[in-house]
């Protein structure tokens, strides 16, 4: 702004300084002049952060500038519009060196508009009239120092505050690392390790019984082997997702997964491994392009959303029958794991189960908030039991 300001003075007050100069040398060193402190205060004006660097290192450009300007001054005389490039002069040094510069650029500027009063202005004019402009520049260098130390101290506080904002990013980033990883452990080990532990309460009852069943103690030790290495192998997969660091760009190119058809082997498998018989229905559109093709770690989410509601009602429900829907509805991905159980009592809050030590409930609301879907869980629209209702919005998915 300061230099638009100066370049627009130099503008109106050129034409006055080059027809008052002296014909032959004086004409031709007040153009040159006027072409040095225009082209100047341009490249400052049009590519400050390329040039301004350079004037901050050398304060001497600036005094350098100061004397073109009494050249031009003299030329024109105190009254023409180029005497406000003069005042420009002590705020700029205020701005860029502190209010030493300040000081000193603005008692140089007083004493040079004082002389060309002295030498060039009438006898009528008053002493106020010429001590005027010289205040100013006092004035504006006293603003520029001012503003310098203003613009200090909101650069402080902006740096203060990023610096802030990065280490509640850093920290809003553990937070949400912990809360995955507890609901990974939670939904793989935790599961499996109490697999672990029904399948040796068995083991033991077994071989308290009397007589023995050598066959069926072997079976069972058998079981409680196997669910004790897929534990391990559980672990170990967490411990290599925990090390493995995935570029952005490796992640955003890595193949989609059709989460419709997963969701089918998914419920399949339900039933193999529980015996309670699940069902799948595709549900809304049929067209290919509604297949809701998501990114691995998105599909991750919504499968182990489906997958705990299932095991929820396999653990707490005792359910007779299970009913999974799923599809594309309008700009919705929706998924349905319905129950024919007992259903969720209805004063249960998430943060009851929380202080109870259930955290299934909380980590599907917490892996459903994390890929921005809605999660909904109660009767519905059925007359009893629990339903597990996930919404994903499509544009989600195609971004």
């Known amino acids: 702004m300061v230099f638009a300001f100066r370049l627009a003075m130099l503008a109106l007050s050129a034409p006055v300084a080059l027809l008052n100069a002296a014909p032959g040398l004086g004409t031709r060193l007040v153009g040159a002049a006027v072409i040095a402190t225009f082209m ?44 406000y490039v003069s005042v420009c002069t002590p705020l ?6 502190g209010y030493r510069a300040a000081a000193l650029f603005a008692s140089l500027q007083s004493l040079i508009l004082l002389l060309v009063y002295a030498t060039t202005a009438d006898a009528d004019t008053g002493l106020a009239e010429k001590l005027l402009l010289p205040g100013f520049c ?14 200090l101290r909101f650069g402080e506080a902006t740096q203060a505050l990023t610096t802030t904002r990065a280490r509640l990013a850093a920290t809003e980033a553990v937070d949400a690392e912990r809360a995955r990883l507890a609901r990974e452990m939670h939904d793989s080990v935790g599961k499996t390790l109490h697999g672990v532990a029904l399948a040796a309460d068995a083991l033991a009852a ?3 019984r009397t007589p023995l069943n050598p066959a069926l103690i072997r079976e069972q030790a058998e079981l409680v082997a196997s669910a004790t ?17 995935t570029p952005p760009d490796a992640a955003s190119a890595a193949p989609r997964t059709d ?67 799923a599809g594309v509805h309008g700009n919705l991905l929706r998924i ?36 921005g879907a809605r999660i909904r869980m109660g009767r519905g629209a059925h007359p009893h039991g629990t339903e597990v209702l996930l919404e994903l919005p499509l544009p989600t998915l195609r971004n």
């Open 229 to 245: 290495r897929q534990a391990a192998k559980e672990s170990r997969d967490l411990l290599t997702d925990l090390r493995a660091v």
């Open 138 to 151: 006092v004035i504006t260098g006293a603003a520029g120092s001012a503003l310098r130390n203003l613009m």
């Open 40 to 83: 100047v205060s341009y490249a400052l004006f049009r590519h400050w952060e390329r040039f301004g660097p350079f004037l901050l290192r050398h304060p001497t450009l600036l005094l350098a500038d100061t004397l073109f300007g009494a050249l031009l001054l003299v030329s024109a005389g105190p009254d023409t519009p180029l005497a």
């Open 259 to 325: 989460v419709l058809a997963a969701l089918k082997s998914q419920t399949s498998d339900f039933t193999t491994r529980t015996g309670i018989p699940t069902t799948y229905h595709p549900t809304g559109s049929v067209a290919p392009s509604a297949r809701p093709y998501l990114p691995p770690p998105m599909a991750v989410e919504v499968l182990s959303i489906a997958a705990e509601a299932m095991e929820n009602a396999h653990r707490h429900a005792t359910p007779t029958t299970v009913e999974v829907r």
């Open 206 to 208: 077994t071989a308290s």
């Open 92 to 97: 700029l040094a205020g701005i860029a060196y």
């Open 336 to 371: 349905s794991v319905h129950d024919d159980g007992p259903g969720i009592p209805p004063d249960t809050t998430l943060e009851q189960l929380r202080s109870t030590g259930h955290f299934g409930l909380v980590g599907m609301v917490e892996r459903a908030a994390s890929v």
